[in-house]
């Protein structure tokens, strides 16, 4: 089938009232034309409503970008920072909406950079600019922004993302720890909640999936457990008369 043809069936199916996640004309032609199959490995799989794993990363259900999209509510001209750039897909959604220049995004692993690099170029969304940081200090070189997305879940909202929006801008993002919402936070640090979502926790230098874990106490021990596996207990002890 038409890829173009599936990708309009998923745009139909969540603004259908069974699942109501994107209302704004906006968003769905924005989603219509970004080539999901471009961001997964499966080409007729991209346009079904479930997340895939890429590089140690989920990669967000279509219905969960919409959600997170409708909350952002970016103008036509918005600045627009993503962290948790991820594979590409929702900066490339973004980028549609409001133009490649004006989409910045950050990622903690290297890796992901590099995907979302290569994605957004194939997808031809290469004006927007994925940079390898912590996404927790944001992007201040090009701050103020107008909407902030953090797609990771954390506490409370990350001071530097606060400082970084526009005296009229919103932060979007998972706030919470086993109970999550999707929260829109204003630059004052006031939040509203919009429902409830399921995202892993805001990653800190360290815990990437492509890192050299830097806590030597927990290697050491994981170290410990391996050696006792493999040495002999017991009824296996040669030196041990069991008759």
């Given amino acids: 089938m038409d890829l173009a043809v599936l990708r309009d069936d998923m745009v139909d199916?969540?603004?259908?009232?069974?699942?109501?996640?994107?209302?704004?004309?906006?968003?769905?032609?924005?989603?219509r034309e970004?080539?999901?199959?471009?961001?997964?490995?499966?080409?007729?799989?991209?346009?079904?409503?479930?997340?895939?794993?890429?590089?140690?990363?989920?990669?967000?259900a279509p219905s969960t970008v919409g959600r997170l999209l409708e909350a952002l509510d970016?103008?036509?001209?918005?600045?627009?920072?993503?962290?948790?750039?991820?594979?590409?897909?929702?900066?490339?959604?973004?980028?549609?909406?409001?133009g490649g220049q004006r989409v910045h995004a950050v990622d903690i692993t290297r890796r992901l950079v590099y995907e979302a690099r290569e994605n957004l170029a194939s997808a031809g969304y290469d004006a927007v600019l994925v940079d390898w940081r912590d996404g927790a200090d944001g992007f201040p070189e090009y701050?103020?922004?107008?909407?902030?997305?953090?797609?990771?879940?954390?506490?409370?909202?990350?001071?530097?993302?606060?400082?970084?929006?526009?005296?009229?801008?919103q932060l979007v993002m998972p706030l919470g720890t086993t109970e999550q919402s999707i929260a829109v936070v204003s630059p004052?640090?006031?939040?509203?909640?919009?429902?409830?979502?399921?995202?892993d926790p805001m990653?800190?230098?360290?815990?990437?999936?492509?890192t050299v874990e830097r806590n030597r106490t927990r290697r050491e021990d994981r170290e410990f457990a391996r050696?006792?596996?493999?040495?002999?207990s017991g009824w296996e002890q040669d030196w041990i008369d069991w008759e």
């Avoid at 999901?36 to 989920?58: I, K, M, N, Q, S």
């Avoid at 990653?203 to 492509?210: H, K, M, S, T, Y």
């Avoid at 050696?227 to 002999?232: C, E, H, M, S, Y």
């Fill in 188 to 199: 004052a640090g006031e939040s509203r909640q919009l429902g409830g979502c399921a995202f």
């Fill in 74 to 98: 970016p103008d036509a001209d918005s600045s627009v920072l993503v962290v948790g750039a991820g594979v590409g897909y929702t900066v490339a959604v973004l980028a549609e909406l409001v």
């Fill in 227 to 232: 050696r006792d596996a493999r040495r002999r």
């Fill in 34 to 60: 970004v080539p999901r199959h471009e961001f997964v490995e499966d080409d007729r799989g991209a346009y079904a409503d479930r997340p895939f794993e890429r590089l140690g990363t989920r990669v967000l």
């Fill in 203 to 210: 990653l800190v230098e360290g815990e990437q999936a492509d």
């Fill in 13 to 31: 199916s969540l603004q259908h009232e069974s699942k109501g996640c994107v209302h704004s004309d906006g968003l769905s032609v924005a989603m």
């Fill in 143 to 169: 701050a103020p922004y107008d909407r902030i997305l953090l797609e990771a879940a954390a506490v409370q909202p990350p001071a530097p993302l606060v400082d970084q929006l526009a005296d009229r801008g």
